[in-house]
């Protein structure tokens, strides 16, 4: 089987100062189909392998072969649970009701409703999954601890 080969460095992109960084370039296959694994041909830009992953970080939002909300919306939930840690220590020195309020809505809010419409939708279809807590802190915030 060929590679696929990609060609950088055309007169298009030298004219524009544009450079095409291979070592940070990933390949990520997308394939529904439902038949049996397929081999696919390796991507190569001038000359180098692009490596291929199962997963990456795109614009903050974690992009997988399958497609599936699971590995953003985990790594959502520690970080919105590493949060809530802080929060309970601040509940116990006694802070006022309005701090702890401001601390919720600039810190695990903020976490939470960057992607809103993906949790509801992945909590209607996991209804017992264990971000439910935190999602359910996310709709309800003046319920926070």
């Known amino acids: 089987m060929s590679a696929w ?3 950088s460095g055309s007169d298009e992109h030298t004219a524009n100062n544009l450079l095409l960084n291979i070592s940070k370039s990933k390949e990520l296959i997308v394939d529904f189909s439902t038949k049996q694994e397929r081999n696919y041909q390796p ?16 614009l ?10 699971s590995c953003d919306i985990n790594t959502l939930v520690k970080k919105a649970r590493h949060h809530l840690y802080h929060l309970r220590c601040l509940k116990d020195f006694k802070l006022p009701s309005k701090v702890l309020k401001t601390f919720y809505t600039c810190t695990i ?10 949790w509801k939708q ?9 971000e439910g807590g935190v999602i359910s802190r996310a ?6 601890p």
């Open 5 to 7: 080969s990609v060609k």
């Open 43 to 58: 991507l190569i830009i001038n000359g180098t392998p692009v490596e291929r992953v199962g997963s990456f970080r795109y």
């Open 60 to 69: 903050g939002v974690h992009i997988t072969q399958d497609l599936s909300w």
């Open 109 to 118: 809010e903020s976490i939470l409703m960057g992607s809103i419409t993906a």
């Open 122 to 130: 992945h909590q209607a279809g996991q209804a017992s999954s264990p």
């Open 139 to 144: 709709y309800h915030p003046h319920q926070a």
